[in-house]
């Protein structure tokens, strides 16, 4: 299924322009397009499209299927939020207030309130905000237009719904409207693609740009989403299934790190440390008593390299195993799956995609008893980013491949990525105080359910 989503900015009430947006269209091929401003407030005749057939619109938002298409069934939730049900899929049309930040966060937080986490979700429109500070630029600086609460907001809805910013990955923001004003340019990434985490690798979301071009008919890029066919429950985790079953897909094959020795990105496994002392997470854990605040009895290591905070953690008379999916280190899958906490340290920092850095998570709370505990820990953006610089590693999908001969990966990781990624894995945030060095970014989980 193709979807397509673009901010016209009411050019469909000009002729020269809707030709020109129906030539591209006949290239692009959507099976939905949906359409920000696509006429002027005060247009008496809405356009036809050739091929396609109106399914929904309000003043500012307006969507069409191909003529022999499918119809979904639809539903406004508001002028600015469309909502369209495909088997197996749930589209969401969205169009945020340009006007004002608190209507942006209303907007914000009523789709995070009503978002189905149980369905496959695709949010798609222009957000008229940057989600990061590198997202929205004012000549060379970050741009004051979208506020902290804005981009709280926005991870909250990420979070809570399980969803992916699937055009965030690159190191570099690909803006998606950019016009001067006071003699400096503005840059946003605004046009944005939000997908269930589950949707894994189903999806390919590309922006093209030319439509903003000399000859275009717009000034906002385009958002195209390709999706495999779906059929409702896939690509989640079977219900009931084992910590095993996950752990082992956490253990697939990963995608080739492309360097000379054509290393994969399994060589994570050549990160680990060898020590001679417990790691700072694994003191901090005892000297600040968060063993006993969270009640502690039993703990799994999840990437626990060579075991040293394991043998630490057992000369303090705790029920303590580690897992590590390197076979060298000799930490096998344990057998149990009822520990009251789970650690998982700098483990998906060096994984390089965001699937992975989830199947792994999904994997260490499958050890976690119900009501247990999750503890995951990465290093931070500021330190990555800082030894990236003075060792001038080579970039790599949102990171840098840390050594081409060993083909190993680094990212920064910062908190509000931890805490989707604990979302994602159905896990509810634990309010626990732990005090680490600003090297190390964390958060806790806590597992539904009780003993």
Known sequence: MRIVSINLNQRLSNEHARSRFESWLQLMKPDLLIVQEPWHPNCVSMPSLAGYRLVECTVLLAAWIQSNGPEPRAENGSERWQIFHFPGLVVHHVYLSPHSSKERREQLTSLRLLIDRGCHNVVLGDFNLAPRPQD???????????????????????????LLDATADASEPEFTFERWQNGKPIRFRCDLALLSARLGGTARVIYDHSVRSVGGFTDHSALIVDLDALKPGDAETPAGASA????????????????NNAARAANAHKTAIRRSTPSQIARCLKSQGIFAALNVKSILDFGCGYGFDVQYYRS???????YDAEPKFGWPLPARTDYDLVTIVFVVNVLPTREERLAAVRAAAGFARPGGYVLVAARSVAAVTAEARRGRWRKFNDGWIS???????????????????????????????LRLTSDVSWLVGRKRGDR
Do not use: H, M
């Not at 929205?136 to 609460?149: A, K, M, V, Y």
């Not at 804005?150 to 990420?158: D, G, H, S």
């Open 244 to 259: 095993a079953d996950q752990a082992a897909e956490w253990q697939r094959p990963c995608r080739t790190i492309p360097d």
């Open 136 to 162: 929205g630029l004012f000549g060379d600086r970050p741009s004051s237009f979208t506020e902290r609460s804005e981009r709280r907001a926005f991870n909250e809805l990420l979070t809570s719904a399980c």
């Open 316 to 322: 303090l008379a705790l029920e303590a195993d580690g």
């Open 403 to 433: 050594s081409a001969s060993k083909g190993t990966f680094q990212r920064g990781i910062p908190r509000e990525e931890l805490g989707w990624l604990l979302g994602a894995a159905d896990l509810e945030l634990a309010d626990v105080s």
